[in-house]
């Protein structure tokens, strides 16, 4: 912002370009309350009424940037979308400029004068900050699948001023208040919980993942490709395969589930398991996969996905799956492609039924 004489200031953005030229304060102006009553200081001026307004589509027009007419009025501190403004204009605009004059005060005793261009709509006392603080908490407590919140930031930090207590950790608002606001019961304790679901699934595991400790078995598993019959051969020799137990690969932060080294950019894993034929409802793979992964179950893609995931995550598989499974015996077949960073395997594969809410 570059001051220029007789009290003219002009601010260019662009992509969105903001023109100003500044003088006298109509008497009646909307919101005239200082829009931020922690900055407030005794010798201020309020800018807001109405402003010449002017609105371009092109990348880099500056043709408002001298004493060229502006075409409309804007009533600040409305946005342009608002009826409040006089304009209503929903239409996408790339640059907007406004511009109005205003003369600084002869009593004004500093010579120093700051210009404060801002938007949104900060409370301007503490009544109206704490009922909007009691609007969001009542919104949070009301919620019954909430059953925690916290105010992340307790003190102003630098140039954010969102504490409740200043920088050097003094009280800016009365404690007393904050604490009948945020210990009203909440839904959550007025009830039993969260609503029931309309329905339960027993679940049963077929294959297991390290989450489900004993029932999570040994894979047979390569590093190089294999021959293609790896993925549907029941019989296939992977006698010359080795031997480990998922999750398989390195990964900081899941070393508790790693129980097999892999560091190289691929690998193949197999095993057997058996289905007895029983009917379900719903069936889910349960999987953490980094990067790349393809599940077959007796040759039959169910599942595949590219990218990585950051920890273990159902997918549904219901009609896949209902149409690889066999009664009997069975191999799943999985595929996981490395990148880079950290790598991770595992999967498992549940089937379960529903049962009605009780």
Not at 6 to 28: C, I, K, M, T
Not at 68 to 83: A, N
Not at 150 to 169: K, W
Request: with cysteine; charged share 25%.
């Amino acid at each position: 912002m570059t001051p220029i004489r007789q009290g003219y200031f002009r601010v260019s953005v662009v992509p969105l370009v903001l023109g100003l030229a500044v003088a006298e304060a109509a008497p009646d102006i909307p919101r005239p309350e200082h829009p931020n009553m922690q900055m407030e200081r005794s010798e201020w001026l309020n800018l807001n009424g109405a402003w010449e307004f002017a609105e371009t589509d092109e990348a880099a027009d500056e043709r408002y940037l001298g004493r060229e007419p502006y075409p409309d009025k804007i009533t600040v501190p409305f946005c342009r979308e608002s009826k409040l403004s006089g304009l209503a204009r929903r239409e996408f605009v790339r640059n907007v400029w406004y511009r109005r004059v205003f003369t600084i005060p002869s009593e004004w005793r500093s010579p120093r004068v700051r210009l404060h261009v801002g938007d949104g709509n900060m409370p301007v006392s503490e009544d109206e900050f704490f009922a909007r603080y009691a609007g969001l908490t009542n919104a949070l407590l009301d919620n019954p699948h909430l059953f925690g919140f916290c105010y992340t930031q307790l003190t102003d930090v630098e140039q954010e001023r969102n504490g409740i207590y200043t920088f050097d950790r003094q009280a800016k608002f009365d404690a007393q208040r904050f604490h009948k606001i945020n210990t009203r019961r909440a839904a959550y304790e007025r009830t039993s919980g969260p609503p029931e679901p309309a329905h339960r699934v027993a679940w049963r595991v077929l294959v297991g993942a390290a989450p489900d400790g004993e029932r999570s078995r040994e894979w047979r598993f390569v590093t190089r490709a294999p021959l293609v019959a790896w993925k549907w051969e029941i019989d296939f020799d992977d006698s010359d395969w080795a031997r480990g137990r998922a999750a398989f690969g390195q990964k900081h932060g899941r070393e508790s589930y790693i129980r097999t080294p892999w560091n190289t950019s691929d690998i193949w894993m197999r095993q057997t398991f058996d289905y007895d034929g029983a009917p379900f409802d719903e069936a889910v793979l349960l999987t953490h996969y980094d990067n790349a992964a393809e599940v077959y179950i007796n040759g039959q893609l169910i599942w595949s996905a590219r990218g990585w995931n950051d920890d273990y995550q159902g997918f549904a598989v219901t009609d896949a799956l209902r149409k690889a499974l066999r009664i009997g015996s069975n191999v799943i077949a999985i595929h996981c492609h490395q990148d880079e960073g950290g790598q991770f395997i595992d999967a498992a594969v549940l089937v379960g039924r529903t049962r009605p809410k009780p």
